[in-house]
């Protein structure tokens, strides 16, 4: 959601951030909205004083016994009491269309933000860990040995059909130790506040973080009204909704494991073998709630905290931070951490840590009250993948694949794992 205030002051500089992303100058369109709601406005509020003083005119002509005086300003009063509630409904009318017209424009970029067209225009900031060189061609994560008796695609298929995947015995239990270890680091290292919350909310809590109005079609609503959350992000940043908060209470930073809903719209024909993009999955979301000046320093701690579970898994991975062309509707700069898969040969996404600005907190109506007086301001919200569970599963089991199929896991895990340090070519822990 964008300040009006400051498209009214600066709407070049509103169409060159538009710019940016691709999109057509909008402030025209926005401020000729704008001043037809500020004019219907001020005539509901002329036409309701005239009103009130005809209103009190009508009770002098009644006591000095006019009484043509006072059935002309009788009537006059209920024309006014019409033409008021009429232009009311039109300010209010007006009010609505330009609030969806703002709600469904893209977030400024951050000026650090590098321009290009899309993944390929991303700049790497730094990467971590050395490739494996393998001995011998490495296979993709359902192709090992020692996977497939726990990562069954046909029978998740017949439950609910494609791009679900039934987890058992040995890869189940590895999939859980990574939620498991993701918590506890960020929980005892990272000064995060676990969370659990719901995965069905109301409507409003999706506009609030962004995914309504306009990108509906990527998630699932039940016949209640309620929708599926997409990602934790949804709920840890709508707890401040319609809050106004102390400022000593920033930072809020939380972090959840939940089961996460995409309808994967737009996506037919890519990445359809194996784990990689399902339609039900589970994340381990972090989300801080700032103050507007920490709101950057804030993002580089975010994505420090994603780094080092990678590294605690002996990931090899490489960060950057996302062009124009790139960016997400909501945010005003994101890294991505792309993590080694060698049965790729490639590096795939499997965290985003981005920057809102207080374009979801003005969505949400989330304030801060000043420690030193003043008005309540709008908090800064951040979000990020601290990891995508299925992803890092997909990771472990390629980076730690040999040659028989079997598994050799990351030491982090040994202890989630019962002391076990490998999954054997027969599908089991040993």
């Known amino acids: 959601m964008h300040d009006i205030k400051a498209i009214r002051e600066n709407p070049a500089a509103f169409d060159a951030a538009l710019a940016r992303r691709g999109a057509s100058p909008m402030s025209s369109q926005v401020l000729e909205l704008d001043e037809a709601r500020r004019a219907k406005i001020l005539a509901a509020e002329t036409a309701q004083s005239d009103q009130k003083k005809a209103a009190k005119e009508v009770g002098a002509a009644k006591a000095s016994g006019d009484e043509a005086e006072f059935e002309r300003l009788r009537a006059l009063v209920g024309d006014k009491k019409a033409e008021v509630a009429a232009m009311q409904a039109e300010a209010k009318e007006l009010d609505v269309q330009l609030n969806d017209l703002l709600m469904g424009l ?89 969370t659990w919350t719901p995965v069905l909310v109301r409507e409003e809590m999706m506009y609030g973080t ?15 009204g309620w929708w599926l959350v997409p990602t934790s992000e949804v709920t840890l940043t ?57 709101s950057m320093e804030e993002h580089d701690r975010m994505t420090r905290c994603a780094e080092a579970i990678l590294e605690k898994l002996g990931l090899p991975y490489r960060t950057v931070v996302l062009c124009s062309g790139d960016m997400g509707f909501g945010m005003i700069k994101t890294h991505d951490l792309e993590v080694w898969l060698p049965g790729q040969n490639q590096y795939r996404e499997i965290s985003s840590v981005s920057v809102a600005g207080d374009f979801q907190a003005r969505r949400m109506n989330a304030r801060f009250k000043p420690t030193a007086g003043g008005k309540p301001e709008f908090v800064h919200t951040l ?42 070519a027969e599908g089991a822990l040993a």
């Open 106 to 194: 893209p977030n400024r970029l951050h000026d650090d933000v590098p321009d290009g067209e899309d993944e390929a225009d991303n700049v790497e900031v730094r990467h971590w860990g050395t490739p494996r060189e393998f001995t011998f061609a490495p296979q993709e994560h359902f192709e090992l040995a020692g996977v497939k008796p726990g990562m069954d695609f046909e029978t998740a298929a017949k439950l609910s059909g494609s791009r679900f995947v039934v987890l058992s015995q040995g890869v189940a239990r590895i999939h859980r130790a990574l939620a498991q270890m993701m918590l506890d680091t960020h929980i005892e290292e990272h000064d995060l506040r676990e």
């Open 238 to 294: 709508n707890i401040v909704n319609g809050e106004t908060v102390d400022e000593a209470a920033l930072p809020m930073r939380m972090c959840a494991h939940t089961q996460c809903f995409r309808s994967e719209a737009g996506s037919a024909g890519r990445d359809t073998s194996g784990m990689l993009r399902q339609h039900q999955f589970e994340k381990v979301e972090m989300v801080s709630i700032v103050h507007p000046e920490k």
């Open 383 to 424: 979000n990020g993948s601290g990891l995508a569970v299925g992803r890092a599963l997909i990771a472990v089991l390629e980076n730690g694949q040999q040659e028989d199929g079997s598994v050799t896991l990351p030491e982090a895990l040994h202890p989630y794992l019962g002391g076990k340090t490998k999954l054997t």
């Open 210 to 224: 962004g995914q309504l109005p306009k990108f509906g079609e990527d998630s699932y609503k039940t016949e209640d």
